[in-house]
């Protein structure tokens, strides 16, 4: 059963534009955490917040926690053509059960 | 620092049959999960292992096992090959506890026919 539902499936933009995928879960977690995936390079980690952060950012990425709504946004700034790939959150649950739940992944296209 | 290695990268196998697939992970990570990836879905945890020890399981039927040896490799089996198994099985390496998230290797791709 999938935890993380991401929003939308798919997002096409030009290169330098801003990219913005958000993700809904269900239970209470320990973190959330973004993967990118594509054909190159795998499933790759990009950024964990933990469930008492409420902002994060890493380079051009910026992720945003609310756990009152159960919800995260990955940002992706001045987005560029290596940026297209798939992109999952992933939670760890909260207490003892530690396993990552996966959403189905928002599909991105940055356009030259 | 070598990445997760995953053996073999890619397999086809006949319904009925049973298959072996092998994860080394990081040097240091001592904890291993293991995820089967279908289009439609998605990622689906195993299980994860850790110290030799399974400390967490998915909701996947006893055809699936898997072991962890003292040297933190890990294997999977299948027994019984379906055709709807037919995936991407990804296998993460990771400290225990996660703090920094989880290093995925580059998974085998299954085909059952």
């Known amino acids: 059963s999938q935890q993380g539902e991401e929003d939308p499936q798919a997002l096409s933009i030009q290169e330098g534009e801003n990219a913005t995928m958000n993700c809904s879960y269900k239970t209470s977690i320990n973190n959330l955490q973004w993967y990118r995936q594509n054909s190159g390079r795998g499933l790759v980690h990009l950024i964990l917040?933990?469930?008492n952060e409420r902002e994060k950012h890493s380079g051009r990425l910026r992720v945003t926690l609310d756990t009152s709504k159960k919800s995260s946004s990955l940002l992706i700034t001045a987005s560029r053509a290596a940026d297209t790939a798939s992109y999952f959150c992933?939670?760890?649950?909260?207490?003892?059960?530690?396993?990552?739940?996966w959403g189905l992944g928002t599909s991105l296209a940055v356009n030259p | 620092k070598a990445g997760v290695t995953q053996t073999p990268r890619y397999l086809i196998k006949t319904r009925g049959q049973q298959v072996t697939l092998s994860c080394s992970p990081i040097?240091?990570?001592?904890?291993v999960s293991w995820y089967q990836q279908t289009p439609g879905q998605g990622l689906q945890f195993l299980f994860e292992?850790?110290?030799?020890?399974?400390?967490n399981k998915g909701n996947f039927p006893g055809r699936f096992s898997g072991r962890q040896f003292s040297n933190s490799r890990s294997e999977m089996n299948v027994s019984t090959l379906e055709l709807g198994d037919s995936a991407l099985y990804l296998c993460?390496?990771?400290?225990?506890?996660?703090?920094?998230?989880?290093?995925f290797g580059q998974g085998t791709r299954l085909t059952v026919v």
């Open positions: 992933a939670t760890e649950g909260a207490g003892n059960n530690r396993k990552l739940i």
């Open positions: 993460a390496s990771s400290l225990y506890p996660r703090e920094a998230g989880a290093f």
């Open positions: 292992y850790f110290s030799e020890t399974q400390r």
């Open positions: 917040i933990r469930s």
């Open positions: 040097s240091g990570h001592r904890s």
